[in-house]
């Protein structure tokens, strides 16, 4: 559900409010263990429920470019990995389950704006907080962090038909479940030109440029003291040509009632 109302020609506010239930995903309901190395493993959980979430936010529009937002959501039985562990075996294990609910508030600003005439740029900022709590089978937990982000695309007018495209994205140390996730950011940078009277375009793209991508994650919990850190290969040189042919032909799409089925399937290769 969603009202707005407009105060004069610059001026948009709005107020929306939903309500989600996003079901497991196969993968996590498969209860077979996998062994990343012998002393550790992932396994799904056969019992895990749906959550619930409700959002709520208000937000307001300044002359079509900039929007700010804050925003409330509440979960109920939201899904998290847990890092447990066998002390007998000196074995640790990763699991989903549910925990009693996380909550999330925070404000966000989004800006477009045209420096010069040939660099224009999109910029979006949140500041927010994650308040993780949980009881059950892991005990009384509570696990919470005030933690923001930063996006920025910037695209730039060479001439010719040529342009440029720099874009950066930094988030902040934050918490997820029982563990807390360190900072990373990546930095990625493209060039296209435009051929045979603008229907063709030729681009070059080099994404996360300083390999920075990593993902860092350390747990203090109970009988748990560990770090992890997986190395992404999220380097990639992309080079692609592309051809606009008009469009002729108008293709219906087809919706099918299986849809949150599809989405629940994970594919791993």
């Given at each position: 559900?969603?009202?707005?109302?407009?105060?004069?020609?610059?001026?948009?506010?709005?107020?929306?409010?939903?309500?989600?239930?996003?079901?497991?995903?196969?993968?996590?309901?498969?209860?077979?263990?996998?062994?990343?190395?012998?002393?550790?493993?992932?396994e799904?959980?056969?019992?895990?429920?749906?959550e619930?979430?409700?959002?709520?936010?208000?937000?307001?529009?300044?002359?079509?470019?900039?929007?700010?937002?804050l925003?409330?959501?509440?979960?109920?039985?939201?899904?998290?990995?847990?890092?447990?562990?066998?002390?007998?075996?000196?074995?640790?294990?990763?699991s989903?389950?549910?925990?009693k609910?996380?909550?999330?508030?925070?404000?966000?600003?989004?800006?477009?704006?045209?420096?010069?005439?040939?660099?224009?740029?999109?910029?979006?900022?949140?500041?927010?907080?994650?308040?993780?709590?949980?009881?059950?089978?892991?005990?009384?937990?509570?696990?919470?962090?005030t933690?923001?982000?930063?996006?920025?695309?910037?695209?730039?007018?060479?001439?010719?038909?040529?342009?440029?495209?720099?874009?950066?994205?930094?988030?902040?140390?934050?918490v997820?479940?029982t563990?807390?996730?360190?900072?990373?950011?990546?930095?990625?940078?493209?060039?296209?030109?435009?051929?045979?009277?603008?229907?063709?375009?030729?681009?070059?793209?080099?994404?996360?440029?300083?390999?920075?991508?990593?993902?860092?994650?350390?747990?203090?919990?109970?009988?748990?003291?560990?770090?992890?850190?997986v190395?992404?290969?999220?380097?990639?040189?992309?080079?692609?040509?592309?051809?606009?042919?008009?469009?002729?032909?108008?293709i219906?799409?087809?919706?099918?009632?299986?849809?949150?089925?599809?989405?629940?399937?994970?594919?791993?290769?």
């Amino acid at each position: 559900m969603a009202i707005g109302k407009s105060f004069g020609e610059n001026n948009q506010l709005q107020f929306a409010m939903s309500r989600r239930v996003q079901r497991p995903d196969y993968s996590d309901l498969n209860p077979f263990r996998v062994f990343r190395d012998p002393l550790l493993y992932y396994e799904g959980n056969p019992n895990l429920r749906p959550e619930l979430t409700q959002n709520f936010v208000i937000s307001h529009v300044f002359k079509g470019k900039y929007t700010s937002a804050l925003n409330y959501s509440k979960t109920k039985d939201v899904m998290t990995w847990i890092t447990g562990q066998i002390d007998a075996i000196n074995t640790t294990f990763e699991s989903p389950q549910n925990l009693k609910n996380l909550i999330n508030y925070g404000l966000s600003f989004t800006g477009q704006t045209d420096y010069f005439k040939w660099w224009n740029a999109t910029n979006f900022v949140n500041v927010y907080r994650n308040e993780y709590n949980g009881e059950g089978e892991i005990g009384i937990f509570s696990n919470s962090m005030t933690s923001f982000s930063f996006n920025s695309q910037n695209s730039f007018k060479a001439g010719k038909g040529y342009s440029f495209e720099l874009n950066g994205y930094l988030n902040s140390k934050s918490v997820y479940g029982t563990g807390i996730e360190k900072a990373y950011y990546v930095i990625s940078i493209a060039g296209q030109k435009t051929l045979l009277k603008d229907k063709a375009n030729v681009k070059l793209l080099l994404n996360d440029v300083f390999q920075s991508s990593q993902f860092r994650q350390f747990t203090r919990y109970q009988n748990i003291d560990m770090n992890s850190h997986v190395n992404v290969d999220g380097r990639r040189l992309i080079l692609s040509f592309s051809y606009r042919f008009g469009n002729p032909f108008a293709i219906k799409e087809r919706k099918t009632d299986n849809g949150d089925i599809q989405n629940r399937v994970k594919w791993n290769f």
